[in-house]
């Protein structure tokens, strides 16, 4: 299957994390998204980057992508990450963060350039409140610390 970047809204870029994310909820902002589609145009994925969520991380240069899903179309994340990582640094952002589950292995981040830059990254539930306006998702145990913090 013949993929290519594709540009996308923040709606339909939620309404595609809304369906098929595992764990994750649609985001409030963001700087830009990006989708990947195939030779019909069938959007197969979607990456959200906005700025990072850790309030040390947001240097005014810094930007995450804090939402990556696809419905597992062979090599759609790779593409997407390489993608958002080339986007936010022609935007002036570096670096680009992300982060991972443990049990994810990353392949698809090292494909797209990215450095594995800190284990048992992420903070508690208490921390959501520390920047105005924002409010706590309900998540799952694994989703409490212990992820992986990716660089590029």
Known sequence: MKLRIVPTDLKTANEFVRKLHRHSRPVVG??????VADEDGT??????????????????????????CTDGTRNACSMLYGAARRAARAMGCEPIY???????????????GFQL???????????????????????GDDLIGGKWRWKG
């Open 30 to 35: 963001h700087r830009f998204a990006v989708g």
């Open 98 to 112: 992300t982060y991972t589950l443990p049990e994810e292995g990353g392949a698809s981040l090292r494909a797209a």
């Open 117 to 139: 830059d800190k284990t048992d990254a992420g903070g508690s539930a208490a921390m959501w409140h520390s920047r105005p306006g924002r409010t706590a998702q309900p998540v």
């Open 43 to 68: 959007l197969r994925g979607v990456a959200i980057v906005g700025r990072p969520v850790a309030p040390r991380l947001d240097d005014g240069k810094a930007a995450e992508i804090t939402r990556l």
